[in-house]
């Protein structure tokens, strides 16, 4: 089992819809979660990161959190084409230790 | 601020050839340092990781090594690169040692290796 689970996709969604991305995780003790946002050919970019169970938002973006599922996800509200990328998940046991990451989810948002 | 500086971003380098990729920090002292590596279609995987100068972690037994010669600069070398090194190289700093708020990478390094 891979420690960071994510479907690959592509995950297509229209234009000014919501797009929901998720994650799931094998290591119960983890603490800490991360989305990072990845263009074609460009370096992760950190978009959200979340340590409580519940949601957090940030402008577009929410991330949710449930450790008792060991499940965690992205939701974009009003897509745009602009959001078109792989959105990595990564989790770390605590603030002490390494970030693992998944392979990454493609979206892609058609107009 | 503090911003990260890979290079080369692209590099094409034959098998048996050497390899030297390097990372500086700007702005913050006495970062922690690591390099990824990004197959094709692939998730990232962590090579080296250092806290300090002269401090290296190794993840994953390999063709690769990683120095720390100075606070900021963080080196990833090979004697002879294999096929199987070709990849998306990053680096990454953050102000903790461990996650933290999270990993800054820097813009990266395309290697093919032919």
């Known amino acids: 089992q891979k420690e960071v689970e994510q479907n690959s996709g592509p995950l297509s969604v229209p234009e000014g819809a919501i797009a929901s991305l998720n994650c799931t995780y094998s290591d119960r003790g983890s603490q800490s979660f991360f989305w990072y946002r990845q263009y074609s050919g460009k370096s992760p970019e950190l978009i959200m990161f979340?340590?409580?169970?519940g949601d957090k938002e940030d402008g577009r973006f929410t991330a949710q959190l449930n450790k008792a599922s060991q499940y965690v996800s992205l939701l974009i509200r009003d897509s745009q084409p602009s959001d078109s990328a792989t959105y990595l998940c990564?989790?770390?046991?605590?603030?002490?230790?390494?970030?693992?990451f998944g392979s990454g989810t493609r979206l892609s948002i058609r107009p | 601020s503090q911003t990260i500086h890979q290079w080369p971003a692209t590099l094409v380098q034959p098998v048996g050839s050497p390899l030297s990729l390097e990372c500086t920090v700007e702005g913050t002292s006495n970062p922690n340092l690591y390099w990824y590596r990004q197959a094709a279609g692939r998730g990232l995987q962590l090579l080296f990781y250092?806290?300090?100068?002269?401090?290296i972690s190794s993840e994953v037994p390999q063709n690769l090594s990683a120095s720390r010669p100075q606070d900021r600069q963080f080196i990833l070398s090979s004697k002879k690169l294999l096929l199987s090194d070709s990849g998306f190289y990053l680096c990454?700093?953050?102000?903790?040692?461990?996650?933290?708020?999270?990993?800054?990478f820097g813009s990266g390094t395309r290697l093919t290796v032919v």
């Open positions: 979340i340590y409580s169970n």
């Open positions: 990564a989790v770390s046991r605590s603030s002490a230790s390494k970030i693992i």
């Open positions: 250092s806290v300090g100068i002269g401090q």
């Open positions: 990454a700093w953050s102000v903790y040692q461990g996650a933290g708020n999270g990993y800054t």
